[in-house]
């Protein structure tokens, strides 16, 4: 019954498009990929490419989304949104999956018995705190400002603001939502299992929600039709573990040297303006200014 409800709403949904297209006399859009350069998003022809974008703007009076009927703001919403999701898909893998599986000298010969009886000096039991407190939501600050966790402003909010904001037709949206709502209940439960120093029902949640993650990116990346080597693409996370990864895989090391040298650029950059501007110039290529003329700055000094 509930699949039956979900295909007529569907297709009322589309009735109703259809009516509003006409209306405004909307045409079918292409994204090409010469006008947009190497690895542009490419809508696909047909409903999909004529509805893309058209619901949340009609039903929900949404004044961004209704902007979506520009394809230009299609394809600068998804990729914005595709940066955040790369960046966030690092931390998790380089930055939340150590604490939670440490490996190398720091567990040398400490077996889960020991971490037991070790308790809070086992370093995989001292690391749930850590874990916890990235999950933790932040709330309101003393100026009124809303401060959210780290996945709710990276990973969360930008699924939901593909699903939403009228950048996939109904059907994708439709999974996408259903998708990120089951990976954002996951997710959140290695948070509530590291506050009880749960430390294998939080590895367990871990690749759980990971798994659900990496679910998402096929979706999104096959409703897209980008290239594996577009910087769009949302690539899959391994699932092994990060040594090995590491170790046997040129393209998540490389990607890992990019995500060390960010880290380094965030950290000066916060009293330091120009370090983020002069990036490239001080930290070297895998470095990324937030100004073009950074990265070209000896251009400019000549």
């Known amino acids: 019954m509930a699949e039956l409800a979900r295909r007529q709403r569907r297709r009322a949904a589309l009735v109703a498009v259809v009516a509003f297209a006409a209306l405004v006399a909307c045409q079918s859009v292409q994204w090409s990929l010469a006008s947009e350069g190497p690895g542009a998003f490419v809508v696909p022809g047909g409903r999909r490419g004529a509805l893309l974008g058209a619901v949340a703007a009609t039903f929900a009076g949404n004044r961004e989304a209704l902007g979506y009927a520009e394809e230009s703001n299609r394809i600068a919403a998804y990729n914005a949104k595709a940066k955040q999701l790369n960046d966030a ?50 709330g ?116 890992h040297d990019k995500w060390l040298v960010k880290k380094k650029v965030d950290a000066i950059s916060k009293g330091n303006k120009s370090a983020r501007f002069y990036a490239k110039s001080i930290f070297g290529d895998d470095a990324v200014s937030w100004d073009y003329r950074g990265d070209r700055a000896t251009e400019f000094q000549q």
């Open 140 to 255: 309101a600050s003393r100026s009124g400002q809303i401060t959210l966790s780290k996945p709710e402003r990276d990973l969360f909010s930008p699924l939901k603001i593909l699903a939403m904001d009228s950048v996939f037709d109904p059907d994708v949206a439709d999974d996408l939502r259903e998708d990120s709502e089951a990976f954002e209940r996951t997710a959140l439960r290695i948070g509530q299992s590291a506050r009880k120093n749960e430390v294998q029902n939080t590895r367990n949640n871990y690749k759980d929600a990971q798994k659900k993650l990496n679910q998402i990116f096929v979706k999104i990346n096959s409703a897209t039709g980008l290239p594996e080597n577009s910087p769009e693409y949302l690539t899959p996370m391994p699932t092994g573990p990060l040594d090995d990864t590491l170790e046997n895989n040129y393209y998540w090391k490389r990607r």
């Open 89 to 138: 898909a690092d931390w998790y893998l380089f930055e939340l999956q150590p604490l939670i599986f440490p490996t190398g000298r720091i567990m040398e010969g400490i077996t889960e018995d020991d971490c037991d009886a070790m308790g809070a000096s086992c370093p995989a039991i001292a690391n749930m705190a850590q874990v916890s407190e990235m999950f933790q939501p932040v």
